[in-house]
């Protein structure tokens, strides 16, 4: 460590060395970054032992025969799925659940990160657990889980009896619908897609499902729309009004429908990934106002500038005034914010990161296989082996970068006027 | 008879230039706006270079696999359809006439070639007409239209041989030359003959689609 | 008068197309090819109808017509006479009967091979013209078994094969542990965002032929690649949806797939060996989505190992001894003009290639691909034998010492295995990968 620090916000550089822990272990997988940068992790292979952890420099206790997706939570809590003895659980800094299953994946945390869920399955039966509670009713199969964003409900799709191979008939009568807390819809579909639910209690859950072979709706709670469309894609609840959004095809062309509804005057070539403003007011989808041609439409209009690969993940600020979307265009990436394309543009750009006040917009960039920072449009060629998305202080004045520079694990804290200097 | 003569060189000649021309045009407009309503994004996809690439080795005898696969097809094909453009064009008695009509003119070519090719033309027409009876793949796909287009084009050829070497009654054949003449460029926008308009446009496209976006040959 | 139904036509008995069929009306086959005639084709349909001058030039591309002993049906310009022609001179007013024998032409009878695309002079695409009738008999239901349920483990599980997501995993983990008996180092990397590239499968790669992945993996690692591979749906890059008709599918599937690889900040996808799914992800889904070209970038396998081949990243350890010839899948050649990138792996690993006659472009389709294969076993034998042109050219570089055939796509490996089979031809199907994975040099 090359410096103390008194708070988390005070600009400081702190160094974690990573070489030793090649010298330790065999070997080391993907390091993984905390959100507050104070640790850093990675997968280690220990030898004929198996697997384990290795948080700032020292294994978990216990080793595994196999550990994968370590992933940190919100509130700093390591997770990761590892078996022993052939059974498979979600270890949690370093404590395993007390439930076994034949295979957990797909991690999901809440907002907040106190609640962390599963999808697994169980002598072939399958199903959701959330904090080491596995659903009491399981499927043939589940897909598509999700947990809400308050942590308090969980839902996938599932399938709710076997199919033999060959099995036209039964297909096509139906047998996916969607379960939330392990009960199933009453009604089934020839298929269920991407699920929504609006982020806390009282809410909706939303569904793609197919009627028939070529009849595609939005079902909610259970109930289809009254309307069918040609395609329809993953919908979206509305924050505040609780209606449901949801991008629907209908003569060859792509609208927005809101509970079954037409909403926007005009239609898209492509129209997908809806977003609402946190504060409700707008909403902004990825549209494809010509073939070939991306960027994002807010509230129906699309922006005037566009790109010709893609156009993804647009992002509204904290308090919904302003919005970033990625943009590929000649093989590139950028960003673009309100309407305006940066003129940085790298072999890659991440996901953009708003200050709190919606002012000012960082993102994580990699060339040539080294990581560096674009704030504002402006630069920072850090070079470094890896690195995280930047978190803007509550303050919005300093940015936290975590990144692997030189071997060491660095967490570096700073006001944004020294950006690009240090 | 006189009075058909004069009507035929007259009124039906212009108005089946127009229907040529007009027709043609009209032909071309209904496809390019179907592809902006509907299929737009082949636009997207054509390239020139490429187009002409695939033109240019779709126009010359023998430049491609399917040509060499076929030779006598390939000759009596290209002999026929460039016969079948050059003799109307340039034969002396249809120059006199846009000379009278519009005081233009170009170099004819003497009679003795427009009858060689007049003669290809109507053996291409027969060698046509033979290989769709005798020919199964071809047979299969034969309908009455082809032979239709076949006649059509085959007539003003006929005709016109007839009333140029003045068998039977020179006014009647000379006439029904005008005529044969007249329906068979009024026939253009309405019958399949309309491939002379869209074969370069079909072309052009696979040609783009193999060229820019699949780095393939198209011949 | 000539026949109107092709010689020899296998005696379906689908129960995909009997049941598909058996609730039909005159009047919804009408509502059918009318919404996709003046509501879902355009220009295209238009200009190749009218231009088409039934001249018959397209037949001596069909390896059906070659095989068939020129049975004009077969032809390609036949089909179109048997399917499109008649619906558009009915103006739809066509019956189950007539929909059934047109599914099991356009669907069993043509590879979508687009070979007769470079024999007809006006370049008619024939492949599109049976796409369209694939569309009609699947807004209209019919379809063979095999391929629909094939098609509705896409639409389930978005992938070919029914693999549950924990199933996919747990393969990958398994060869992954496989590999590590050769090579102790060895990692499939799941779900590492930002890794340069993505490398996706088709759906039977995990299913029946976990050991590519074994392979694949081994190349990977000894040239050093920065690659990741999605522990979620989105990793199969197959498509049969594309060949049913089911367009709607067939962007999911690949929207999924290409979403995959965004979300995990990949530079690139490197696909393995499989040619309609290179299609499928190259120049049909992501257009029918509006991505004028892959919005990421797709190689190839053949292409990827040019590549590490060129680059040195990976060594040839001793050539393959046996003579080799190759077969030039339709898909990555006419479809992607890879046939001489194909030739210079092969030479860089083989001591003996044979060319097989005519290659390149001009090569004989397989005849299992365009989902032809995946209408399974009660189309198995008209399969075969509709391709007796290909099991001649295979001979022929056998004459000329060839002992094995490289087919680098799964359709043609198959394909090319059933043939070598029914002609008891002697020769052995090989992926230029296990050839690559033979020979290089391992640590």
Same mark, same amino acid.
Request: net charge neutral.
């Given at each position: 460590?090359?410096?103390?620090?008194?708070?988390?916000?005070?600009?400081?550089?702190?160094?974690?060395?990573l070489s030793p822990w090649r010298d330790r272990f065999l070997w080391v997988e993907e390091i993984?970054? =905390?959100?507050?940068?104070?640790? +850093?992790?990675a997968v280690v292979r220990?030898g004929?032992?198996?697997f384990?952890?290795?948080?700032?420099?020292?294994?978990?206790?216990?080793?595994?025969?196999?550990?994968w997706?370590?992933?940190?939570? @919100?509130?700093?809590?390591?997770?990761?799925?590892? =078996?022993?003895?052939?059974?498979?659980?979600?270890?949690?800094?370093?404590?395993?659940?007390?439930?076994?299953?034949?295979?957990?994946?797909?991690?999901?945390?809440?907002?907040?990160?106190?609640?962390?869920?599963?999808?697994?399955?169980?002598?072939?039966?399958?199903?959701?657990?959330?904090?080491?509670?596995?659903?009491?009713?399981?499927?043939?199969?589940?897909?598509? @889980?999700?947990?809400?964003?308050?942590?308090?409900?969980?839902?996938?799709?599932?399938?709710?009896? @076997?199919? =033999?191979?060959?099995?036209?008939?039964?297909?096509?009568?139906?047998?996916?619908?969607? +379960?939330?807390?392990?009960?199933?819809? *009453?009604?089934?579909?020839?298929?269920?897609?991407?699920?929504?639910? =609006?982020?806390?209690?009282?809410?909706?859950?939303?569904?793609?499902?197919?009627?028939?072979?070529?009849?595609?709706?939005?079902?909610?709670?259970?109930?289809?729309?009254?309307?069918?469309?040609?395609?329809?894609?993953?919908?979206?609840?509305?924050?505040?009004?609780?209606?449901?959004?949801?991008?629907?095809?209908?003569?060859?062309?792509?609208?927005?429908?809101?509970?079954?509804?037409?909403?926007?005057?005009?239609?898209?070539?492509?129209?997908?990934?809806?977003?609402?403003?946190?504060?409700?007011?707008?909403?902004?989808?990825?549209?494809?106002?010509?073939?070939?041609?991306?960027?994002?439409?807010?509230?129906?209009?699309?922006?005037?500038?566009?790109?010709g690969e893609m156009?993804?993940?647009?992002?509204?600020?904290?308090?919904?005034?302003?919005?970033?979307?990625?943009?590929k265009d000649h093989g590139r990436w950028t960003?673009?914010?309100?309407?305006?394309?940066?003129?940085q543009a790298r072999q890659m750009v991440f996901?953009?990161?708003?200050?709190?006040?919606?002012?000012?917009?960082?993102?994580r960039f990699k060339e040539q296989g080294r990581f560096g920072?674009?704030?504002?449009?402006?630069p920072?060629e850090l070079a470094a082996e890896a690195a995280?998305?930047?978190?803007?202080?509550?303050?919005?004045?300093?940015?936290?970068?975590?990144t692997v520079e030189g071997g060491l694990f660095?967490?570096?804290?700073?006001?944004? *006027?020294?950006?690009?200097?240090? | 008879?006189?009075?058909?003569?004069? /009507?035929?060189?007259?009124?039906? /000649?212009?108005?089946?230039?127009?229907?040529?021309?007009?027709?043609?045009?009209?032909?071309?407009?209904?496809?390019?706006?179907?592809?902006?309503?509907?299929?737009?994004?082949?636009?997207?996809?054509?390239?020139?270079?490429?187009?002409?690439?695939?033109?240019?080795?779709?126009?010359?005898?023998?430049?491609?696999?399917?040509?060499?696969?076929?030779?006598?097809?390939?000759?009596?094909?290209?002999?026929?359809?460039?016969?079948? /453009?050059?003799?109307?064009?340039?034969?002396?008695?249809?120059?006199?006439?846009?000379?009278?009509?519009?005081?233009?003119?170009?170099?004819?070519?003497?009679?003795?070639?427009?009858?060689?090719?007049?003669?290809?033309?109507?053996?291409?027409?027969?060698?046509?007409?033979?290989?769709?009876?005798?020919?199964?793949?071809?047979?299969?796909?034969?309908?009455?239209?082809?032979?239709?287009?076949?006649?059509?084009?085959?007539?003003?050829?006929?005709?016109?041989?007839?009333?140029?070497?003045?068998?039977?009654?020179?006014?009647?054949?000379?006439?029904?030359?005008?005529?044969?003449?007249?329906?068979?460029?009024?026939?253009?926008?309405?019958?399949?003959?309309?491939?002379?308009?869209?074969?370069?446009?079909?072309?052009?496209?696979?040609?783009?689609?193999f060229g820019a976006v699949r780095h393939a040959r198209?011949? | 008068?000539?026949?109107?139904?092709?010689?020899?036509?296998?005696?379906?008995?689908?129960?995909? &197309?009997?049941?598909?069929?058996?609730?039909?009306?005159?009047?919804?086959?009408?509502?059918?090819?009318?919404?996709?005639?003046?509501?879902?084709?355009?220009?295209?349909?238009?200009?190749?109808?009218?231009?088409?001058?039934?001249?018959?030039?397209?037949?001596? $591309?069909?390896?059906?017509?070659?095989?068939?002993?020129?049975?004009? $049906?077969?032809?390609?310009?036949?089909?179109?006479?048997?399917?499109?022609?008649?619906?558009?001179?009915?103006?739809?007013?066509?019956?189950?009967?007539?929909?059934?024998?047109?599914? &099991?032409?356009?669907?069993?009878?043509?590879?979508?091979?687009?070979?007769?695309?470079?024999?007809?002079?006006?370049?008619?695409?024939?492949?599109?013209?049976?796409?369209?009738?694939?569309? &009609?008999?699947?807004?209209?239901?019919?379809?063979?078994?095999? &391929?629909?349920?094939?098609?509705?483990?896409?639409? $389930?599980?978005?992938?070919?094969?029914?693999?549950?997501?924990?199933?996919w995993i747990?393969t990958l983990m398994w060869q992954e542990e496989e590999a590590r008996g050769e090579i102790p180092d060895l990692r499939i990397p799941l779900e590492k965002e930002g890794a340069d590239i993505l490398y996706s499968v088709i759906?039977p790669e995990p299913?029946?032929q976990a050991q590519l992945i074994y392979q694949a993996a081994v190349i990977l690692h000894v040239a050093g690649v920065d690659w990741t591979m999605p522990a979620?749906?989105g990793w199969d890059n197959s498509?049969?949806?594309?060949?049913?008709?089911?367009?709607?599918?067939?962007?999911?599937?690949?929207?999924?797939h290409f979403?995959t690889a965004a979300r995990l900040r990949v530079n690139r996808i490197v696909m393995g060996e499989c040619g309609h799914a290179f299609r499928s992800v190259y120049d049909?889904?992501n257009?029918?989505?509006?991505?004028?070209m892959p919005p990421i970038p797709i190689v190839h396998a053949i292409d990827f190992y040019h590549e590490l081949l060129e680059e040195g990243r990976i060594r040839v350890a001793r050539l393959f001894e046996e003579p080799v010839t190759l077969h030039d899948p339709c898909n990555v050649v006419r479809g992607g003009g890879l046939h001489e990138k194909a030739r210079a792996v092969v030479r860089r690993t083989c001591a003996h290639f044979i060319e097989m006659e005519p290659n390149r472009e001009h090569n004989?389709?397989c005849?299992?691909?365009?989902?032809?294969?995946?209408?399974?076993?009660?189309?198995?034998?008209?399969?075969?034998?509709?391709?007796?042109?290909?099991?001649?050219?295979i001979?022929?570089a056998?004459?000329k010492g060839a002992k094995i055939v490289i087919t680098p796509c799964h359709n043609c490996h198959s394909?090319i295995e059933?043939?070598?089979?029914?002609?008891?031809?002697?020769v052995e199907t090989r992926f230029l990968g296990d050839i690559l994975y033979q020979v290089m040099e391992k640590p």
């Open positions: 460590m090359t410096r103390s620090t008194d708070g988390p916000w005070d600009p400081a550089i702190v160094d974690l060395p993984q970054a =905390s959100p507050a940068g104070d640790a +850093a992790a220990l004929e032992e198996g384990s952890v290795c948080v700032n420099g020292d294994p978990w206790p216990e080793p595994f025969e196999k550990i997706h370590l992933r940190y939570a @919100p509130d700093g809590r390591l997770v990761a799925l590892a =078996s022993r003895e052939g059974e498979w659980t979600v270890v949690v800094d370093g404590v395993p659940w007390e439930n076994r299953f034949s295979f957990v994946w797909n991690p999901l945390f809440s907002r907040d990160g106190s609640r962390i869920a599963v999808a697994f399955q169980r002598d072939m039966a399958y199903g959701m657990a959330v904090d080491d509670v596995p659903w009491e009713e399981t499927f043939p199969n589940l897909t598509c @889980p999700l947990l809400r964003a308050d942590g308090a409900a969980t839902a996938a799709v599932v399938q709710t009896e @076997p199919l =033999s191979e060959g099995d036209i008939v039964k297909y096509r009568e139906g047998i996916y619908t969607a +379960a939330v807390d392990g009960r199933p819809w *009453e009604r089934r579909f020839m298929n269920v897609w991407g699920l929504a639910c =609006s982020a806390d209690g009282g809410g909706r859950l939303a569904a793609e499902v197919r009627l028939s072979p070529t009849e595609y709706t939005i079902a909610v709670d259970g109930t289809p729309w009254g309307e069918t469309f040609a395609c329809v894609w993953t919908p979206l609840v509305h924050p505040v009004r609780g209606t449901v959004l949801a991008p629907v095809r209908r003569e060859g062309s792509w609208w927005l429908a809101e509970d079954g509804r037409i909403l926007w005057d005009r239609p898209f070539v492509q129209l997908w990934q809806p977003q609402v403003s946190p504060d409700g007011r707008h909403i902004a989808a990825v549209v494809a106002p010509a073939f070939g041609r991306w960027t994002v439409a807010v509230d129906g209009r699309p922006w005037k500038a566009t790109a156009a993804s993940d647009p992002c509204f600020s904290p308090a919904g005034g302003r919005l970033a979307v990625r943009f960003i673009a914010v309100d309407g305006r394309v940066w003129r996901t953009p990161v708003f200050s709190p006040d919606g002012g000012r917009l960082c993102v920072y674009l704030l504002d449009d402006r920072w995280w998305d930047p978190v803007f202080s509550p303050a919005g004045d300093r940015l936290l970068l975590r660095r967490r570096r804290v700073l006001p944004l *006027e020294d950006f690009g200097k240090v | 008879m006189n009075e058909l003569y004069r /009507l035929a060189t007259g009124p039906l /000649l212009w108005a089946s230039f127009a229907v040529f021309v007009g027709g043609s045009l009209f032909r071309l407009l209904e496809l390019f706006l179907l592809a902006r309503r509907r299929e737009r994004f082949l636009f997207t996809y054509l390239s020139l270079r490429y187009s002409l690439r695939s033109i240019g080795h779709w126009i010359v005898p023998f430049a491609t696999v399917n040509w060499r696969r076929h030779p006598v097809l390939t000759i009596v094909t290209f002999a026929f359809h460039l016969s079948l /453009l050059i003799t109307p064009l340039f034969l002396l008695a249809h120059v006199v006439l846009w000379d009278e009509a519009w005081n233009v003119s170009w170099p004819a070519l003497p009679d003795a070639w427009a009858i060689v090719l007049s003669l290809i033309v109507i053996a291409g027409c027969v060698f046509f007409f033979v290989r769709r009876r005798v020919t199964p793949e071809v047979a299969y796909v034969t309908s009455a239209s082809d032979y239709v287009i076949l006649g059509l084009t085959a007539a003003p050829f006929v005709t016109g041989v007839i009333a140029y070497y003045q068998w039977f009654d020179v006014r009647l054949f000379t006439l029904l030359h005008v005529v044969s003449g007249e329906a068979l460029l009024v026939a253009v926008p309405f019958t399949r003959i309309r491939h002379m308009l869209f074969a370069p446009l079909t072309r052009a496209y696979m040609g783009s689609e198209d011949w | 008068m000539p026949e109107t139904k092709p010689k020899d036509a296998p005696p379906a008995v689908d129960e995909g &197309i009997e049941r598909g069929i058996a609730g039909l009306t005159e009047e919804r086959i009408r509502k059918a090819i009318r919404r996709v005639l003046s509501g879902e084709t355009g220009a295209r349909l238009k200009a190749y109808v009218d231009t088409c001058i039934h001249c018959g030039l397209c037949s001596e $591309a069909c390896h059906f017509f070659l095989s068939r002993d020129r049975d004009p $049906a077969y032809a390609p310009v036949g089909k179109v006479k048997q399917t499109l022609w008649e619906m558009l001179r009915r103006d739809g007013r066509v019956g189950p009967e007539f929909i059934k024998q047109a599914r &099991i032409v356009a669907s069993t009878h043509c590879n979508l091979c687009k070979r007769c695309a470079m024999y007809c002079p006006f370049g008619i695409d024939v492949a599109y013209l049976m796409l369209v009738v694939r569309r &009609i008999c699947h807004l209209l239901g019919v379809t063979p078994l095999y &391929i629909q349920d094939t098609a509705n483990s896409h639409a $389930a599980t978005l992938n070919q094969m029914w693999v549950k997501d924990d199933e747990d759906g299913k029946f979620t749906p498509d049969m949806a594309m060949f049913t008709g089911d367009n709607e599918i067939m962007g999911r599937l690949k929207r999924a979403e049909v889904g257009r029918w989505l509006g991505w004028s004989y389709c005849c299992a691909g365009g989902g032809v294969i995946n209408c399974g076993p009660p189309y198995k034998k008209h399969r075969v034998e509709s391709n007796r042109v290909k099991a001649e050219q001979a022929a056998k004459l394909g059933d043939i070598i089979h029914h002609y008891d031809l002697g």
